[in-house]
């Protein structure tokens, strides 16, 4: 989910927490290493061992970049870099990480993960080769249920490091300790810390439901797509630089908005597609038909104004069922079905344009860039869709897409 426990709480997202005391480099393609925690008092490696004491404001040094970064060496750079230019609207930024921004995975004792630790690392590498990012990505991986009271604080205390201001990260760490065993998965990034890169959290509980390590893979790549989409709000594509609002800034809007619909709907409807193309004991037909059922249950006993426009700012159980998930996820499936180019529009072509649209009108910048994407009014969407949910089931069954079109459908 994009609206993680710790950014409502304090400021943070519900994601990652870096942590490393011994330094183990992967030899996997790409940009790729993985640090790891034995618990012990030490921390040479960690984030927090190299970032200074500037806040993530542009108030830094002239030179805050990390001469010597690799994963478990601090963040790319110390404090934000001074912009590369600016106009009456935003202020842009050219980073030294564009070219590869890297993936670093941090692993909290390794000992209590056993072989999953491969198979977060496998999918990783195929991330970086099959959905490139374009910010770095810092995945934290614990298990929270019995990693070691050390290895929970240097978590902590490395994830505060990332999203918050130095002089914060003792209230965040703080905030934060009572929550473990009930911490929820989470990615994702906020302009304040768009220098360092996104966050990822997983908790190794993901891989422990009845149908196994491959079943949980769903919240890794769901969390992996937060993290796409979080980065192409603040991407200009033709300048080819990120661009954060003044505005948002001086009135503490940490994101662009994003309806939750689309956000945990479209995150849920890559992780289908992009599960197919891996290696994984995984049908995506069925998983789909689980996303209609989940929504279908949702409507149950709904009153004819339940539609999907009003999960555009709440994510709230209905019957049970979160529909801004099962009817968001159907939501994309529906327009798929409209148009068979709409597959590559939903996955990377309405984010590609997300920047330009906000800084044009952040109001709805959202909505232009999704009538301009799909040649739909909102509108004739919402009435479209929402009627299409009340139909009968066989027919909502009628327009979901084989197995063999999950795993051939194309974004490239």
Known sequence: MINFIFKNT????????????????????????????????????????????????????????????????????????????????????????????????????????????????????????????IIPVNV???????????????????????????????????????????????AGVYASYLHKGADLMIYDDAFKHSGGVDEGMYYLNHEYFHTFQTGHMYYFEEKKQFGIRIKDESDNIPLPFLPIWIGEGGADFASITMMAKQNLNFDPYKQALSKLDQARAALQGSSPSFSLRNFENENIRVNDEYYAYGGGTMA??????????????????????????????????????????????????????DAFMRKDRDSQIAIIKSAEEWEKASWN
């Open 10 to 133: 304090f400021i943070l997202i519900s994601i990652s927490i870096f942590l490393s005391c011994s330094k183990e480099e992967d030899t996997s393609p790409g940009n790729i290493k993985s640090t790891t925690n034995t618990g012990s008092n030490q921390n040479t490696t960690s984030p927090a061992s190299n970032s200074s004491s500037e806040s993530n404001g542009d108030t830094g040094p002239t030179n805050p970049i990390n001469e010597d970064f690799k994963c478990g060496n601090g963040f790319y750079y110390s404090s934000r870099p001074e912009p590369t230019n600016e106009d009456n609207t935003h202020r842009y930024y050219e980073y030294v990480w564009q070219s590869d921004p890297a993936i670093c995975l941090n692993i909290y004792e390794e000992s209590l993960l056993g072989n999953r630790v491969n198979k977060v690392s496998d999918f990783f590498d195929w991330a970086k080769l099959n959905m490139p990012n």
């Open 140 to 186: 934290f991986y614990i298990d929270q249920e019995n990693a070691g009271d050390q290895s929970k604080l240097q978590h902590d205390t490395d994830f505060c490091t990332l999203v918050r201001n130095p002089d914060d990260i003792g209230e965040c760490i703080a905030e934060s300790k009572d929550s473990w065993g009930e911490r929820s998965h989470g």
């Open 332 to 385: 994309h499936i529906y327009l798929w079905h409209l148009n068979e180019n709409n597959f590559k529009k939903l996955i990377v072509d309405y984010y590609r344009i997300f920047a330009e649209k906000y800084k044009l009108n952040p109001q709805s910048g959202w909505k232009d860039a999704f009538e301009e994407t799909f040649g739909i009014t909102l509108e004739n969407f919402y009435l479209e869709f």
